[in-house]
């Protein structure tokens, strides 16, 4: 069993940048992948970068390309999302999740989720 706290979200204006963290706690055995996803009122979740915690390999969404950086501390199970350049279409609820295969396209693949922080853009 995986637990995951994602923190870091707020309000930030259009160029802004925030650095989202999501700590794993419970086993390490069950997971090697982290991403991260996101959903906006009325829309569907959508991936936006994941990244595999012992390879440190990384995908991302072409939507958020250049723009966001995630990464990861293996001492400290986390991984974090580094967003820059924000636009208001980035705003969502953002989440993490634990899997075995880091992936953007495929949510339903990942098998523990946080319970989201809240991002907003707006001036």
């Known amino acids: 069993q995986v637990q995951l706290v994602e923190s870091g979200g707020e309000l930030v204006q259009p160029g802004g940048s925030l650095r989202l963290s999501c700590v794993a706690s419970g086993s390490t055995r069950a997971y090697d992948a982290i991403g991260w996803f996101r959903q906006a009122p009325g829309k569907e979740r959508e991936g936006v970068a994941s990244i595999s915690m012992s390879a440190g390999t990384t995908s991302y969404a072409s939507s958020v390309k250049g723009r966001f950086t995630i990464s990861r501390d293996r001492d400290k199970n986390t991984a974090y999302l580094q967003m820059n350049s924000l636009k208001p279409e980035d705003t969502a609820v953002y989440y993490c999740?634990?899997?075995?295969?880091?992936?953007?396209?495929?949510?339903?693949?990942?098998?523990?989720w946080g319970q989201g922080t809240q991002v907003t853009v707006s001036s």
């Open positions: 999740a634990a899997g075995f295969v880091a992936t953007v396209a495929l949510p339903s693949i990942y098998d523990y």
